[in-house]
């Protein structure tokens, strides 16, 4: 098979979107999941051709990723097996968070059998499958070209950022810390589209780091399993406003936080027909704006309300069908997130307000 490794007798390396028969709403290779076998919606089912040249006991090794609990029926040339397999999630949904689970054994033939699973609910999404006559892996570096591990960006401190460090002090004489968001680059296909295909991988912070020491502070880290966008800084300088996104599937809300990472509280949240919509315009199937409604780049106002950007208005952008809903336009609410009210009626985007101080 295509990129099967020099391995033992029995050991058959399969990239999963090898397949030999699948359901109609899965997409072998889906770009917008990293190359991933992804099914849209629910009733899924895959199957794999595999052969095998000695019959009897054979393990299953399965390289997926699911931010949730998804697990799958297996059937084993036509018999289905008991039990479920690939139960627990790896912590998302993209090549970054894949695992390898191994089950078995089970009864397999000489020559061809045929390999299936199916759900009547959501599957995760599939990268690889290793058969082999061990219950240890043997190819678990099977495929790493088409999925290779994130790339680590941070490094040590070097004389350069030890320089930037001092200038930076020189500049701002009397700022002892600098507030920053910590987060994986968003991978949108346009910039206005960052909270809609951008958030491929989780995890990140509201920081301050100290031009003392270089010492960084994480101010929400019972948010640090999320994905942090744009924040302000109150006038008083003792609060921020974020808008923060938890899991796939869910939209961005307002939060704010202390300077000093207390009083977190969440401002908005999903309206109260939120559900109803998704049922009305059909928005779970088929593309990657799995819920309806994100609030995002909030912007305190100097009476005290906060403004933000929000895809509440439900317009669509006209250039590009794939978008449903997905415009967003100013609102503003009080800064306790009661009276949310829209500000502008745009036919297209409107993103990060800001306030401009005018000198007299």
């Known amino acids: 098979m295509s990129g099967a490794m020099p391995l033992r007798a029995d050991t058959i390396v399969v990239p999963a979107r090898q397949l030999s028969d699948r359901s109609d709403n899965l997409v072998a290779v889906e770009q917008q999941w990293d190359g ?11 199957q794999w051709t595999v052969a095998v040249e000695r019959p009897g006991p ?4 399965f390289r997926y990723a699911s931010g949730e609990p998804r697990p799958l029926e297996l059937s084993i040339n036509g018999a289905r097996q008991p039990g479920l397999i690939l139960q627990p999630a790896t912590g998302g949904f993209f090549t ?41 892996n043997p ?6 070209d088409l999925f290779p591990a994130p790339v680590d960006l941070a490094g040590p401190i070097d004389a350069d950022i030890a320089a930037t460090r001092v200038q930076l002090r020189r500049l701002l004489p009397g700022v002892e810390s600098l507030l920053f968001v910590k987060r994986y680059t968003f991978q949108s296909s346009h910039y206005y589209t960052d909270f809609i295909d951008g958030c491929k991988r989780f995890g990140g912070n509201l ?29 008083d300088a003792l609060r921020i406003v974020f808008h923060w996104k938890e899991s796939i599937g869910v939209g961005f809300r307002i939060w704010e936080v202390g300077i000093d990472g207390r009083g977190l509280r969440q401002l908005t949240f999903p309206p109260a027909d939120e559900a109803a919509r998704i049922a009305k315009y059909k928005l779970a199937g088929g593309t990657t704006y799995l819920h309806h409604t994100d609030d995002i780049h909030p912007c305190y106002l100097p009476d005290g309300g906060i403004c933000f950007a929000s895809t509440r208005c439900e317009y669509g952008i006209l250039c590009d069908g794939a978008d449903k809903l997905t415009t967003t336009v100013l609102y503003r609410m009080a800064g306790d997130g009661s009276r949310i009210e829209q500000l502008s009626n745009n036919s297209v985007s409107e993103s990060a307000p800001s306030v401009i101080r005018l000198a007299k």
């Open 207 to 235: 920081c301050l780091v100290s031009l003392a020491d270089g010492s960084v502070k994480e101010l929400v880290p019972e948010l640090s399993h999320g994905i942090f966008g744009r924040y302000d800084l109150s006038y």
């Open 58 to 61: 054979h393990y299953l090794h």
């Open 96 to 136: 970054g968070d894949l695992a390898w689970k191994t089950h078995g054994p089970f009864e397999l033939n000489a020559g061809e059998n045929m390999i299936r699973v199916a759900t009547p609910n959501l599957m995760p999404h599939l990268a690889s499958l290793v058969v082999s006559e061990s219950a240890r």
């Open 139 to 144: 190819a678990e570096q099977a495929f790493a």
């Open 36 to 46: 991933l076998v992804v099914c849209h919606g629910r009733n899924g089912m895959v």
